[in-house]
């Protein structure tokens, strides 16, 4: 059954590999820092083995999964006033396409359900007061955060060149069909 998706319902991931390492740092990171207060008593070792599980998965999920599972890039640049300008790319329309929908349901659904496993632990660092894990726990969502918003406007901006493409395609047939009925004349 087809339901108007280009792969079929019961395909498989294209590329498993780099599925593993986007949901690997993320569970790690999470996991460490669930776990790690049975193994360690020192917040230091916590804080800093945490945020560098977070800042791989944010270095991978921007610079590696972002490309291969949804075909889109981003970055963001301070020019010369000193003011930030937000970078995207995505592939083209025809290749967008033709990503896996496997993939790209993992991708989407790890940032978010990453980002809310993050503020659920928050919410208890809160209510145990724990004022520290609340740090450890505000680096890691505000990465998570980054590459959500990241990717959010660079999907936008993925829609917006493929309706300009359309509208562009459009009219040039538009104008050329006009043109060919005015020589027949």
């Known amino acids: 059954m087809d339901f108007g998706q280009s792969q079929p319902v019961g395909e498989n991931y294209a590329n498993p590999k780099t599925c593993f390492f986007h949901v690997l740092f993320k569970a790690a990171a999470l996991a460490f820092y669930i776990l790690s207060t049975l193994f360690f008593n020192s917040f230091v070792i916590i804080f800093v083995v945490t945020v560098v599980l977070v800042a791989l998965d944010f270095w991978v999920v921007k610079n590696v999964t972002g490309r291969i599972l949804v075909g889109l890039r981003w970055w963001n640049e301070i ?10 790319e995505s592939l083209d329309q025809q290749s967008l396409a033709r990503m896996n929908k496997k993939d790209s349901w993992l991708f989407w659904w790890t940032l978010y359900l990453n980002a809310a496993a993050w503020i659920i632990l ?8 724990e004022v520290d894990y609340v740090l450890v726990v505000a680096v890691c969502l505000s ?4 590459n959500i918003v990241g990717f959010t406007k660079c999907r936008k901006d993925a829609k917006k060149q493929i309706q300009a493409f359309a509208s562009q395609t459009i009219a040039s047939h538009f104008s050329s069909t006009v043109q060919s009925a005015f020589s027949v004349v």
């Open 143 to 146: 990465l998570s955060i980054a």
């Open 79 to 88: 020019n010369e006033q000193g003011e930030s300008i937000w970078r995207f």
């Open 122 to 129: 928050g919410i208890f660092s809160i209510i145990r007061l």
